[in-house]
């Protein structure tokens, strides 16, 4: 299933996977994939939401490491936390990069190396444009 968002602004399909790619490519140590967001760095997930322009919750001076503040195009898996409207990351960049849920966990998965995010990006989202 491909989700479409309509704000021409915004990078999205296989040309944010790869800005993603190259984004981690030139800061390497910004790039850990086992986690949604920690302080030293992110996933490709994350760095691909963030790459869209997406903004961390931190909700009543929490900050939530897997969700994102929700968009207009977040309308799946918003939910309120102290009553300001989130979403996971992992949603988020699939809704941008418009890959299912099932595409989402291979590419997302925590084991992968960059080589092995460099293939699955092409295989699911085709040569660089």
């Known amino acids: 299933m491909t989700i479409t968002d ?21 800061h390497p140590r910004s790039w850990h ?3 949604w967001r920690c302080r030293s760095g992110m996933c490709f ?8 322009g997406g ?3 931190d909700v009543l001076g929490t900050v939530h490491d897997t969700m994102m503040l929700a968009e ?4 799946a898996g918003v ?3 102290d009553g300001t409207p989130v979403v996971a990351v992992g ?3 699939a809704r941008l990069l ?12 925590a084991d992968n190396t960059f080589d092995d995010l460099r293939e699955k990006v092409e295989r699911y989202l085709g040569p660089r444009p």
Do not use: S
């Open 79 to 81: 939910r309120r936390v």
């Open 72 to 75: 207009d195009g977040d309308l």
């Open 98 to 109: 418009g890959i299912d849920g099932e595409t989402a966990g291979d590419i997302f998965h």
């Open 45 to 52: 997930a994350g760095h691909a939401a963030v790459l869209a």
């Open 55 to 57: 903004r961390w919750a």
């Open 6 to 26: 309509n704000r021409p602004d915004v990078l999205r399909g296989a040309a944010l996977a790869y800005a993603t790619l190259d984004h981690i490519e030139a």
């Open 91 to 93: 949603r988020r960049a």
């Open 33 to 35: 994939q086992g986690e």
